[in-house]
């Protein structure tokens, strides 16, 4: 299928916002019922979203602004506004909502900068550094960045310029959005039968979001009637067919079509793409680049147990759940206890005749007691009748997420806690788990000393615990195995005791390969070379971006660039695509080939997220975790804030590249 020139879409739509409600419902109800809507809301939230709605800063109040207490488990209510700044905004918030019932006020429209510019101090606390990136996820922002500000129609009429764009999910709905906006003509192809990716995959029980539902969205799809405020595993995935749609490319997606070749033409420029079609056929076509959105989680890793042949039961992982397969009355063993165990374990605890879990190091949980609750009726009804209160408590998700839980996982020089802990901050945070670990296992002291974990709070992803995990555990059919295991047998799986757990299903939770990278698709670069034999199990990208030697090549959601315990992750891959537009940009206006990005600034890049890795949980010499590769390296993670990739991805700057 020849790529189809795109049309900005949405370029007569009033917001960047694919969810753009362009009116609110009026609000009829009376002072006490408001009242009660006041004493339930998110008081930052609700001022900023009036504020809005009137025109009138004056109610963000410099002595109401929050603190932004620095968030340790779970965020602070109102930013950890005291007391009585809270009892003063809700007096001034009760009055602006009257004034906009009275007005009859339903609508907003892009604010001038000087309001945004307002707002976004109040939000955060006078962090003016932060203002550009906050803009980036705030539509009513008239200089919101994100849509790009140019057309290839202008920049490139009639050159031929066919952008490939490998991937479906998360991260190649972004790019094919963007890349359509900017008329840039795209094939966007997909291994899977459906959009969605890791959420189309992975659908085990208990499947759902562990970061807050709001922040886990687009800045260009602003949805505002979640139902959950920890997003169940088919609402997401709902969420990212309604994107593809409401965006136009749900149709013009090649489905069931894997990318197994690329190869740089130096004669013309262009990338040759292998790809194995539904029928098994294999294509070759050319393209002026491609953009890999291929995932960092999405290639099962099983480990290479003996003797995992002989077993006559079944097997499955985590994400190639085996929907046929009713675990109602048999024996059931989980093994591994990462996030996606402690999601799978309560939802199938009841289920089963017997659970036996494997577990190598016990997970750190942060409390989190609303992880199954709904969005509640007072923030359905704001969220409905203030104009994009929904929009702001997403924006507001964000920004509490900028420096989100990093100060409690970040090293102390000189500290000797370790390898328990790495700093004071850390040494609290482990104390306060563990007592609550004490609170939930204390009736059964040999489980409490396995579960409690022997690493620093953060050096692996800590997990959403509101008591389901205990409780699972604890439940008499459950058995918490720690001595590893030996081998598999005909029956089930014998431990490094030596003691036999026989068992009918057996389930790998253990995990993906994230370092590799462009598995399975051989990449040929610049004077022949393949990307993996450049990388040598290193992955590397400047910006988690480009490689050098691989021309308009570009990996969204690439090396180093997760964020675990700050930041939003739609951010970083939005992001990463905006650059890549750019990068393309720059190509069309100059009237050049390609571009490729030097050597030495990737090095540069990678040196900086190494030391920034190095003073991290996770960057310490004595932790083990999937977000190194094997040479020990932290490749998945950054470090930093969302604030810091913004700046690192403002411009392609021409120095750092050749042009072809
Ligand atoms: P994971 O975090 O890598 O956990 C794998 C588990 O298997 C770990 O407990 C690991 O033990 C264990 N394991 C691996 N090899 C083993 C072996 N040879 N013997 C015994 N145990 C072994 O994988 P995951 O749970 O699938 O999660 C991966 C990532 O996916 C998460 O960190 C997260 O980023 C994402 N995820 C997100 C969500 C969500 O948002 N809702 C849900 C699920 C997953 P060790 O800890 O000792 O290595």
Redesign the pocket.
């Known amino acids: 299928m020849a790529p189809t020139p795109a049309t900005a879409s949405d370029a007569t739509s009033r917001l960047d916002d694919l969810y753009d409600v362009a009116s609110a419902e009026p609000i009829v109800e009376d002072d006490a019922f408001l009242e009660r809507v006041v004493a339930d809301a998110e008081l930052p939230v609700l001022l900023a979203a009036l504020a809005a709605a009137l025109g009138d800063t004056s109610i963000l109040r410099a002595d109401l602004r929050p603190p932004l207490t620095p968030i340790d488990t779970q965020p602070h209510p109102h930013g950890g506004m005291s007391a009585a700044q809270q009892e003063a905004a809700r007096a001034l918030a009760l009055s602006a909502l009257a004034t906009v019932r009275d007005k009859g006020i339903t609508e907003v429209g892009l604010l001038p900068d000087e309001t945004v510019r307002a707002i976004l101090a109040f939000l955060s606390a006078g962090q003016e550094s932060w203002i550009p990136m906050l803009k980036h996820e705030l539509d009513l922002a008239a200089d919101k960045g994100g849509r790009p500000s140019w057309s290839f129609a202008e920049v490139a009429a009639g050159r031929d310029f066919p952008v490939l764009i490998v991937g479906a999910g998360v991260a190649g709905i972004a790019a094919a959005h963007r890349y359509a906006q900017a008329g840039v003509p795209i094939t966007v192809i997909d291994a899977n039968s459906a959009v969605g990716g890791t959420w189309a995959k992975?659908t085990y029980p208990g499947?759902?979001?562990?970061?807050p539902t709001f922040g886990y969205s687009y800045s260009f799809a602003q949805r505002g009637d979640w139902p959950h405020q920890f997003a169940q595993g088919g609402e997401i995935l709902d969420y990212l067919r309604d994107v593809a749609e409401r965006a136009g490319i749900a149709d013009r997606i090649e489905f069931s079509t894997r990318l197994t070749r690329l190869r740089w033409d130096e004669t013309d420029a262009r990338w040759e793409a292998t790809t194995r079609g539904p029928d098994g056929a294999e294509q070759v076509r050319r393209f002026a680049a491609v953009v890999s959105a291929l995932g960092q989680?999405d290639r099962p890793?099983i480990?290479d147990?003996a003797g995992q042949e002989l077993f006559t039961g079944v097997t499955m992982h985590?994400?190639e759940w085996d929907h046929s397969v009713d675990l109602t009355g048999r024996r059931v063993a989980v093994?591994?206890?990462?996030?996606?165990?402690?999601?799978i374990v309560p939802a199938i605890v009841d289920d089963v005749a017997a659970l036996t879990v494997?577990?190598?190091?016990a997970?750190w949980m942060l409390p989190a007691p609303n992880y199954h609750h709904q969005v509640s009726d007072g923030f359905r009804w704001l969220q409905r009748k203030v104009p994009h209160y929904a929009q702001w408590y997403r924006l507001w998700v964000i920004l509490t997420g900028i420096p989100g839980r990093a100060h409690t996982v970040t090293a102390e020089p000189g500290w000797t806690g370790a390898p328990l802990s790495i700093s004071r901050k850390n040494q609290e945070l482990r104390e306060h788990l563990v007592a609550r670990l004490e609170r939930q296992f204390g009736s059964e002291p040999e489980l409490l000393a396995h579960v409690i974990p022997s690493y620093p709070p953060g050096a692996?992803?800590m997990l959403r615990d509101n008591e389901v995990w205990a409780a699972a555990l604890l439940a008499d059919k459950s058995t918490l195995v720690t001595a590893?295991?030996e081998r598999f047998t005909e029956r089930g799986i014998v431990d490094a005791s030596g003691v036999e757990h026989e068992v009918d299903v057996v389930v790998f939770?253990?995990?993906?390969k994230p370092s590799d990278y462009l598995e399975g698709v051989e990449v040929v670069g610049r004077h022949g070379t393949e990307i993996h034999d450049f990388w040598d199990g290193d992955t590397r990208a400047h910006n988690g971006v480009t490689v050098p030697g691989f021309p308009n090549l570009f990996l969204v959601y690439g090396p180093n660039v997760g964020g675990v315990v700050a930041g939003s992750l739609h951010f970083m891959l939005e992001r990463a695509v905006e650059y890549s537009l750019d990068a393309v940009h720059e190509v069309l206006r100059r009237g050049a080939a390609a571009i490729d990005v030097r050597r030495e600034a990737l090095d540069r890049f990678v040196a900086w997220v190494d030391e920034g890795n190095r003073r991290m949980a996770w960057g310490q010499p004595y932790v083990?975790?999937?977000y190194q590769n094997r040479h020990g390296r932290v490749s998945q993670i950054w470090p930093y804030t969302n604030v810091e990739y913004f700046d690192s991805t403002a411009a392609v700057t021409e120095s750092d590249h050749e042009f072809l």
């Open positions: 992975n499947v759902r979001l562990d970061t989680l890793h480990p147990f985590s994400q093994i591994g206890t990462g996030a996606s165990a402690y999601q494997f577990q190598r190091s997970p692996k992803r590893g295991i939770a253990t995990g993906f083990h975790t999937w």
